[in-house]
């Protein structure tokens, strides 16, 4: 049975930071592209960032480069998300989701991964 379970969600004022984190079990997280979505209130879910199984591979959206960094411990099972300088606008549930397909590469879209985890709440106060 696969399960990601995600953590350090919290409240936080602008300008803040937090890491995410994400356990993954039941798959082989070392040969798994990971990503990170968030859906705020009346949106549609997101993409954030994605990292290829190596790690050699990141991409993330427009609206996080240069603030939230991406990354994995295969050792642990576990990906990571680093948000800096964080925005009222970055308030969501943020989850984490495994694509087992994807090679040593990564994925972008939602509908390219197969698992997701259950979220975690990130508030940001102005």
């Known amino acids: 049975q696969v399960q990601l379970v995600e953590s350090g969600g919290g409240q936080v004022q602008a300008g803040g930071s937090l890491r995410l984190a994400c356990v993954a079990s039941?798959?082989?997280?070392?040969?798994?592209?990971m990503g990170w979505f968030r859906q705020a209130p009346g949106k549609e879910r997101e993409f954030v960032a994605t990292?290829?199984?190596?790690?050699?591979?990141?991409y993330y959206a427009a609206s996080v480069r240069g603030r939230f960094t991406i990354s994995r411990d295969n050792a642990k099972s576990t990906v990571y998300l680093q948000m800096n300088s964080l925005k009222p606008e970055d308030t969501a549930v943020y989850y984490c989701?495994?694509?087992?397909?994807?090679?040593?590469?990564?994925?972008?879209?939602?509908?390219?991964?197969?698992?997701w985890g259950q979220g975690t709440q990130v508030t940001v106060s102005s």
């Open positions: 989701a495994a694509d087992l397909t994807a090679g040593d590469y990564y994925a972008t879209s939602r509908r390219e991964y197969d698992y």
């Open positions: 039941g798959l082989t997280f070392s040969r798994s592209a």
């Open positions: 990292i290829s199984w190596s790690g050699s591979r990141i």
